[in-house]
């Protein structure tokens, strides 16, 4: 429960970090401000954007999974494709959510070039700073969905570390990355004797319920 006083500097607060940029945000929570309890609760907007590349469906529907679980937590929600999110603006946001599916263990060609592009953009913002300190309150969540025929996660390891070092880079804290089985559209082989296992029609039910409790779960933890 805070006191009138505090209540007062709440707003008053409230009302100068909309005037700031991230940086002089950044700049005066490092330098002046003692207790980022305060700040931290100005801070919170309660939203959340999620932006995914998917080329058969299956990425689209884990970011549909986690977008009813953030949803049932009651965070305002923002979903986009990655042609459409070029400009967004990350520090508009408590947390984003940021999927891919894996091309040749690789991100596909429109996610690398949204990365190269937004790092670039933030760069000349000078949002990128030596040793990456961390925003207060901007948190970053990745997802991959991945076949694995020939050798499992590890396939996927290097498109979710991709992502999740852009993301450290602006100073998010990153809460984690999700590896999802996706079935590999008209390679037969592949689906049924990868590594994986039989992986035709998944993400199942199943999975996108799991990834709704997941994403539920990490919503109520920010608050
Ligand atoms: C041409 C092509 C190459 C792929 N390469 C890989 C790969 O190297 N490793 C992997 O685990 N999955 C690979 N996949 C499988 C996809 O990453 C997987 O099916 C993913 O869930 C597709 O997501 P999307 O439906 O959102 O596009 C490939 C799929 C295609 C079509």
Redesign the pocket.
Known sequence: MLTVKERIAKNILKFTVKLLSPRQVRVWQHRFWKSKQLLKEVQRMNNALIV???????????AFAIQRGLEKEGMEVTVKKVNEAIKEEFYNYDLVCF????????P?PPVFKFIRKNDRRYRIADEVQVSSPKMVNKNALVF???????C??N??LPVGKYIRQFFEHLGFDVKDEWY????????EL?NIKGRMGDIRG??NEEDLALVELKTSQLARSLK
């Open positions: 995914y590349y998917s080329n058969t469906g299956n990425t689209e529907k884990v999927g891919s599916s894996v091309l040749h263990a690789l596909p991959v969905t991945y076949s694995g025929p020939h499992g996660v396939e996927a999802e089985v996706g079935e590999f559209y008209n390679w592949g998944r993400p």
